[in-house]
């Protein structure tokens, strides 16, 4: 008998054990994410799946109300979910069908997932299709609310295997990085915390993108990396950082989130060493995966995002296509509401550098 229901705080460790524990765990999925989502004004809902009172299934669903004055209109996302067998019809239908009771009760207009499984998977997507979505096409850069392409690299190999694979520029860097001094350490205190926020802004006015308010990375480190799912790493030389990175882990994954480098000393090519030093403790943390997370699916040289695909290449990773971003209507006019009108809204949110759906999320 399967009965589906949203839970309370007093069953986080149960949700989490089982999105940390199931092959298709996300940190993106976690009771934590949905705290820190809770702090830029969505709601969170964890959805669970149970069959005689054993979790077989979880979606981690935010909510974010529609300023529609006068209306309960909210929609309905759930990052790179569900956490559930995807080769299993009957738990998707039980699971999606309790994510539509829900949609009921809060007035949302669709739910929109992003699951974290490749493109070829055509069984999913019949079983998507089963259940009531529809694909959302989006571009091959950043259009989506997660990026579609990705680089990865199974770190189960010896750590000599994982240098062999790398471009010998790469492995150069990293010895080099050493050779002059740059040391990597973790994180240790809201001190380092601002210190990497200060160098992402340098990062940010260079590379000319926008970032998030700095108690956006407070509420990350109170619920992420306060909670082992999350560690920011350090390179310093001689005292001084010079760049920085945060890195999130669930389950055997560790995904890297966001880099950050100072306009000093980058002929010390920190940014090598640094992946290299959070592989290393991706590895000494049992993992068995290192998502470097988003790059462009146009792999002309003339892509101004080329050279972010070229880095992450450089490491020896896999190109992953995933299969992008899938809807289940609940309500045909507002969703054309959406589709129609919100672009506008969102365009006005994110010239405020506020978005409603954010490019992590």
């Known amino acids: 008998m399967y009965t589906t229901r949203v839970i309370d705080e007093k069953e986080k460790g149960r949700f989490d054990h089982f999105v940390s524990h199931h092959p298709r765990g996300h940190f993106l999925q976690l009771w934590e994410w949905g705290q820190v989502k809770e702090g830029m004004g969505w709601d969170k809902l964890p959805l669970v799946l149970e069959e005689d009172g054993e979790i077989r299934g979880a979606l981690l669903i935010l909510k974010r109300k529609l300023p529609l004055p006068g209306l309960n209109k909210s929609i309905f996302y759930a990052p790179r979910g569900p956490v559930v067998d995807v080769d299993n019809q009957e738990l998707n239908s039980h699971l999606f069908a309790g994510a539509k009771k829900a949609a009921r009760e809060h007035g949302a207009i669709f739910l929109k997932i992003d699951p974290d499984i490749i493109n070829d998977n055509a069984g999913y997507k019949s079983i998507l299709i089963d259940c009531g979505f529809k694909e959302n096409k989006t571009g091959v850069n950043f259009e989506g609310v997660q990026p579609r392409f990705v680089f990865r690299l199974d770190i189960t190999p010896s750590q000599i295997k994982l240098l062999e694979k790398m471009h010998s520029k790469w492995r ?169 009108f919100m672009p506008f809204y969102q365009t006005i949110s994110r010239s405020g550098k506020k978005a409603v759906l954010g490019q992590e999320e």
């Open 172 to 340: 150069y860097n990293i010895r080099l990085a050493g050779r002059k001094g740059v040391v990597i350490r973790p994180a240790r205190d809201k001190e380092d915390l601002s210190i990497f926020y200060e160098i992402l802004l340098e990062t940010a006015k260079r590379d000319k993108f926008l970032i998030r308010g700095y108690e956006y990375f407070e509420w990350i480190w109170d619920y992420m990396v306060e909670n082992n799912f999350a560690r920011i790493f350090i390179a310093e030389h001689e005292g001084e950082i010079i760049s920085a990175t945060l890195a999130m882990i669930t389950g055997n994954k560790v995904w890297y989130l966001y880099g950050a480098s100072s306009n000093s000393k980058r002929n010390l090519m920190p940014n090598y060493l640094i992946q290299w030093a959070m592989i290393e403790w991706a590895k000494d943390m049992g993992c068995s995966l290192y998502d470097f997370r988003g790059v462009s699916g146009d792999l002309d040289e003339s892509n101004p995002l080329f050279g972010l695909y070229r880095f992450k290449k450089g490491f020896g990773g896999q190109l992953i296509e995933f299969m992008g971003e899938w809807d289940q209507v609940y309500s045909p006019w507002f969703y054309w509401l959406w589709n129609n």
